[in-house]
């Protein structure tokens, strides 16, 4: 049960940090960053670069302004990202046939395979993420997390395109 709020002289009540949904998804990522790191960390890469491979997976080839957009960072992160994915040989960007300043990314074989054999460790590092939670809560929890950041996701920094 929450701690009631304290009040500060003249301000607004002073919420424990156990009591602020921002600290508490904070702490949540910060948790399931250990966890995939543990889970993944024989293959060298980190969840954002999971992330990319996926949506490249799933939608390639991709502009890199799309992928950013996919995975909801900024360009800049994502330029960063999809080179050190080029230097591994998982992904290669070729110039557009219709757009010479927009680079398409695909996945290369390599990066396929190391999907492939990725694939049951990352589920393991979600999975461990919202163990503690009772096996009928998991799927709300989820469905909870989406709406928050549907509603939101005009405010953050980087927008996430929505499907």
Known sequence: MPSPPRRRAGGP???????????LVRRLHQ?????????CASFGITPVQYSVLTALERDAPLDQVTLAAEVGIDRANCTDVLRRLEQ??????VASATDTRAKLCNLTA???????????????????TIASLPRAERQA???????????NNAL???????R
Request: proline share 6%.
């Open 13 to 23: 009540p002073d919420l424990p940090l156990a009591d602020r949904p921002g600290f």
């Open 31 to 39: 948790i399931h960053v250990a966890l995939f790191a543990e889970e």
């Open 88 to 93: 591994r040989g998982v992904i290669k960007r």
């Open 110 to 128: 390599a990066g396929r395979r190391l999907l492939e054999r990725m694939g049951p460790a990352a589920q393991r590092a979600h999975d461990r």
């Open 141 to 151: 929890f989820v469905a909870s997390l989406t709406r928050l950041v549907e509603a």
């Open 156 to 162: 953050g920094r980087a927008k996430l395109r929505l």
